[in-house]
């Protein structure tokens, strides 16, 4: 019996790794009975069931997908600082080679699939509807079944650490070394069922939005009346759309190799390992653009609002949105020059890469024409636009130099690569997104966010990114190469590694920061009553904050771009106050239990697989399948709220 | 969905939603296009299990099968032929065969260099 345990203790559960398992464990643990006893004691159950699980509601989906989006930065970061403890010093201990692999590999999945994109999401949930002049998205119920499949598909990812072992042949996982006869483990087949089941909810997503998008504007919001915002999200979709079947197929051929004996990727019987290359990075790339285009939104949202002008530019804007769409989908192979394919393919990939970096100048022209003259106000989101710029900018030089195919066989998986996609990924999808928070967190939550606090964590965070970057391009061009766990004294990469883990630590306080100034900024931060707490232009600062659950007790009647700013210019902020007598009843859709339990078996089901234990597996597909059955022989799914009810909700807003 | 309001100009609620009634999708025409992608799958199964033929007219004959495979689905569930939408629908149709081809030949040309080091 005791053996029995034992080696169920050591095979599932790691407890022969030593104490720092143990101690994550406890933490775990501690924590669960935390959040339990905590809903227990205040006797919330019924209150996370009605108002959250179960929610259809886009502002609600929207404030989750920013928990976890925020909850997987700290564990991505964390993994980070753990990264760079290692490399702090030549010869270091702490982590050994085993651990190291693990962790980076986890800390790029969670930092693309798990924390970028729960990301945009938040702020595609909680900013297009309201800015558009909708109710709701197209699909709720659809939308509602995509944020379960995200947060068990993360949930499954993140469990590996502690039941089975983590996955560790890097975020891209490229076969031969993820196959089962190099990595026997669960950790890879978490990996594949992770993602899997989050990208489901993506490409649900992707398909939500571009609906909603095209049939739910308010009337009169012609395409190009629509906010920079609302067009971003709108070219991420139809990238998500044309891009993520590709990671689909790919992924679904390499659990096929793991777990049913195929030879997709295998060098033997007839696979090819550069095929699983090709296909990732006909996704990968895409996703990067996926990650940051919404970011170039937030800017231009945020631009034009903070120096109280006009979009420098709109036009062009918005062609540049397509244009990079468009292009970053022909570029993929930039991210294996090395493999051989021979200069004819090598030049034209090389070409269009450098291509896509001319519809980004041109935006950053704009933006940067958008501020000139304008009376700018220094705000946190306005803050991290301006840090925005120049670090995008030297992201971009460098993602430019990496596009010279014959020089990328010099720098290809050397720190210089690390340092330019960590300076674009950060420098764009970080600083976008956290701008994009400040922003719109009032009409989140109906408070701002500190500014002083909100400053600490700004200088922390920038002076600490540049502190770590910088050094990597020089390392990389001294021939420091990437996922190395250790290196010797005497290569003279000293210094400049001791100095990268200081800012890597200085970017983690940062962090601490930003929690900090949330958790001050609940009790005591500056509580928005006009619903317009930054003079904003587009029509959700035309809402209470945050906004009833209908959005819109009257749907507005589209005349101009920027129609709200306007209207408060000329006085006639009054036409966007809802009139008594042109109050209807409204039809809002109901809240399910469905979409969270189908994330639920979702998630038994990729157990299973895991583990192959495939009864497991079964029962988990059974239950998906019921409830996509149940959702078919479900007939009243909307439900109708009387005009009186919104009226009376108005009135206690003070718009009637 | 071109039959939908939007959810604005019926000045309704969330979501465009359960109108199909009057046009007509014949159950039939599903169970076809669905018979139809059966067999086709079948075929292209059949040929790379039993290796009847040699590689590269193996590849040809796969890429056919596969355009097949598009139609049905384009003809059979989502009736491009029928909609009067507006325009971007033709729009997003074309882009969508701009990226499969894309994606499929430059696929092929990339990795003609594996048959060239094997
Ligand atoms: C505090 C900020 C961060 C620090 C200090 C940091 C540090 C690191 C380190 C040390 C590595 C491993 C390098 C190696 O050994 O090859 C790494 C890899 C990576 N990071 Fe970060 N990172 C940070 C934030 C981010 C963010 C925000 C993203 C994406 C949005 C990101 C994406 C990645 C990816 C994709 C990899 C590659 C993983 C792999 O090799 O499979 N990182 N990072
Ligand atoms: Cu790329």
Redesign the interface.
């Known amino acids: 019996m005791s053996e029995t345990l034992r080696n169920f203790a050591n095979t599932y559960l790691m407890w022969n790794e030593g104490p720092l398992i143990w101690g994550s464990d406890v933490l775990i643990l501690l924590t669960i009975i935390g959040i339990v006893g905590v809903l227990t004691y205040f006797k919330k159950w019924r209150w996370l069931w009605d108002e959250w699980l179960t929610t259809v509601d886009h502002k609600r989906i929207g404030i989750m997908y920013l928990i976890a989006a925020l909850l997987m930065l700290f564990r991505g970061g964390v993994d980070a600082e753990l990264l760079r403890t290692q490399l702090a010093i030549p010869g270091n201990h702490f982590l050994d080679a085993a651990h190291y692999d693990q962790i980076f590999t986890t800390h790029g999945t969670i930092m693309i699939l798990f924390m970028a994109m729960p990301f945009i999401f938040a702020l595609f949930n909680i900013v297009v509807p309201l800015q558009i ?8 119920y659809l939308n509602a079944v995509s944020f379960w499949l995200f947060f068990f598909g993360a949930l499954l990812f993140n469990i590996s650490f502690v039941f089975g072992g983590s996955p560790d042949a890097g975020w891209v996982s490229y076969p031969p070394l993820s196959e089962l006869g190099f990595d026997p483990g669960p950790g890879e087949n978490y990996y594949l069922l992770g993602i899997q089941i989050s990208g489901i909810g993506s490409i649900a997503t992707g398909i939500n939005f571009l ?1 909603t998008i ?6 009169g919001m012609s395409l190009m009346r629509m906010p920079l915002f609302t067009w971003s999200v709108l070219g991420a979709c ?1 990238m998500i759309i ?1 891009a993520f079947p ?1 990671l689909t197929v790919a992924l679904a051929l390499l659990l096929l190799d793991r777990v049913a004996g195929t030879h997709f990727f295998t060098m033997l019987h007839g696979g ?1 390992p ?2 699983f290359v ?2 990732f990075w ?1 996704w990968g790339h895409p996703e990067v653009y996926i990650v940051v285009l919404p970011a170039f939104g937030v800017f231009s949202e945020v631009v034009a609002t903070f120096a109280r002008k006009r979009i420098f530019g709109y036009a062009s804007m918005v062609s540049s949105l397509i244009l990079i769409s ?1 292009i970053s ?2 570029v993929w ?1 930039h991210h294996f020059f090395t ?4 200069p004819d ?1 090598n030049t034209f990939f090389a070409i269009a890469s450098m291509a896509v970096g001319i519809p980004t100048g041109v935006k950053v022209f704009n933006w940067l024409f958008t501020m000139w003259r304008g009376r700018i106000r220094l705000s946190l989101p306005m803050m991290w636009t301006l840090a925005f710029i120049p670090t995008f900018a030297i992201g971009g030089a460098t993602g430019v130099m990496l596009a010279v195919a014959p020089a990328d066989y010099q720098y290809h998986n050397s720190y210089f690569l690390i340092a330019h996609f960590h300076q674009t990924l950060i420098g764009g999808v970080v600083f976008g997104m956290l701008a994009g928070m400040y922003y719109w967190w009032p009409k989140m939550f109906g408070f701002k966010l500190d500014e002083r606090l909100g400053r600490w964590a700004f200088w922390f965070f920038n002076i600490g990114f540049y502190i770590c970057f910088m050094p990597q391009y020089a390392l990389g061009l001294m021939g420091m190469q990437r996922r190395m766990y250790v290196y010797p004294a005497d290569m003279g990469w000293n210094t400049l590694n001791l100095v990268s883990t200081i800012g890597a630590y200085l970017m983690g306080i940062g962090f601490l920061f930003i929690v900090a100034q949330v958790v001050y900024s609940i009790r005591h931060g500056e509580r928005d009553l006009t619903g317009d707490p930054w003079d904003g232009r587009t029509l959700e600062w035309s809402l209470p904050s945050p906004a009833p659950h ?1 959005n819109f007790a009257v ?1 507005p009647v589209v005349t101009d771009r920027d129609m709200w700013w306007i209207l408060k210019r000329e006085g006639r902020e009054e036409e966007l106050m809802p009139r008594p007598e042109e109050v ?1 009843d ?4 109901k809240n399910s239990g469905v979409p969270f339990l189908m994330g639920v078996c979702f998630f038994v089901g990729g157990f299973g697989v895991v583990f192959n234990w495939w009864w497991l597996a079964v029962a988990g597909l059974a239950g998906v399948l019921l409830s996509l059955l149940s959702r078919s022989f479900q007939y009243e ?2 439900y109708s ?1 009387p005009a009186e009810k919104v009226i009376e909700t108005e009135i206690s807003l003070g718009r009637l | 969905m071109a039959t939908h309001e939007t959810g604005a100009a019926s000045g309704s609620g969330a979501a465009p939603r359960h109108a199909h009634s009057g046009d007509g999708h014949s159950a039939g025409k599903y169970v076809l296009g669905y018979v139809a992608s059966l067999v086709l799958t079948a075929i292209a199964f059949g040929l790379a299990f039993t290796h009847t033929l040699t590689p590269s007219p193996l590849v040809l004959v796969l890429l056919v099968l596969a355009g097949f495979q598009i139609l049905v689905q384009l003809f059979f569930f989502m009736h491009v032929t029928e909609g009067n939408g507006p325009a971007f629908h033709s729009v997003a149709i074309l882009l969508g065969f701009v990226f499969t081809f894309a994606v499929v030949l430059m696929s092929m040309w990339i990795m003609t260099f594996s048959s060239q080091v094997a």
Do not use: C
């Not at chain 1, 002049?133 to 709720?140: E, K, S």
């Not at chain 1, 095209?214 to 009337?219: E, H, N, T, V």
């Open positions: 002049g909708a109710r709701d998205v197209a699909f709720p609906a095209l049939k739910m504007r308010a009337p139809i044309f590709a090819n550069a095929m090709n296909l006909i468009v989908y022909f192979v493999m051989g394919a021979g393919v209908y749907i209807k409204i039809h809002m859709p799914e909307e709220l």
